[in-house]
C-alpha cells in the first residue's frame, strides 16, 4: 500500500462510502500532491497527502476543504493555469464544480458550477491545446477546454462543438 489516509478524523466503516479513492498525483516543483476522496466524521471530503517521492513516504493533511454533510465529494483534479490552480471535483448527485486557489494547497474560493457532465480530467497537450473528459449517462465525452480570460482569474469553458460543426453542416 502507498497511501492510507490516517488524519484524526478519519472514518474508516467496511463497506460505507468511507474508503481513499478518486485519487490523483501532481508534481509542483520538488513536491507530489495526493489528492483524494472519502468520508471524516464531518462529511464527505476531498484530501490531500504530499511527499517528495511519488512512492511515499505520504503525510496526509486531512480535508482541503469544508467537509460535505450527506454528500459525498468525487473525482478531485487540479491544474494550474497561468498564476492559479485550479480545484474540480463532484458533488455526489448535485454536480461538478470547481474552485480557484493561488497554491495547490489553497486556500480556495467559493464553489463554481462547471458544465455539462462529471468526473471530469482536464489536460493539456504537448502543442498547448486544453481537453476535458466527462461523463454524461455513463457516455464518455471528450470536447475542446477554452479559457475566458476576460475574467480575473480566467474561467475554463468547455467548447461547445456543435457550433463549430452545425455551421459547415448548414453550409453543404
Not at 478524523?9 to 507530489?32: F, H, L, N, Q, S
Not at 450527506?70 to 473525482?75: D, G, I
Not at 464553489?111 to 504537448?126: K, V
Amino acid at each position: 500500500m502507498v497511501f492510507q489516509p490516517d488524519h484524526p478524523d478519519m472514518v474508516w466503516e467496511e463497506g460505507g462510502w468511507a474508503d481513499c479513492r478518486d485519487p490523483t498525483v501532481v508534481k509542483i516543483e520538488d513536491t507530489y500532491y495526493l489528492f483524494y476522496t472519502g468520508r471524516d466524521t464531518e462529511g464527505g471530503i476531498i484530501g490531500l497527502a504530499t511527499a517528495t517521492n511519488p512512492a511515499g513516504t505520504w503525510e496526509d493533511q486531512g480535508s482541503i476543504l469544508d467537509p460535505e454533510i450527506n454528500v459525498m465529494l468525487e473525482s478531485p483534479t487540479l491544474i494550474r493555469f497561468g498564476n492559479f490552480f485550479y480545484l474540480f471535483y463532484n458533488l455526489s448527485r448535485i454536480g461538478e464544480y470547481y474552485r480557484i486557489g493561488e497554491s495547490p494547497t489553497g486556500p480556495w474560493g467559493e464553489p463554481i458550477p462547471f458544465q455539462p457532465g462529471w468526473a471530469h480530467e482536464i489536460w493539456q497537450d504537448p502543442r498547448g491545446n486544453w481537453s476535458a473528459s466527462y461523463l454524461t449517462d455513463y457516455t464518455v465525452t471528450i470536447r475542446p477546454l477554452i479559457w475566458d480570460t476576460s475574467k480575473h482569474p480566467p474561467n475554463p469553458i468547455i467548447e461547445d462543438i456543435s457550433r463549430i460543426f452545425i455551421p459547415y453542416i448548414q453550409s453543404k
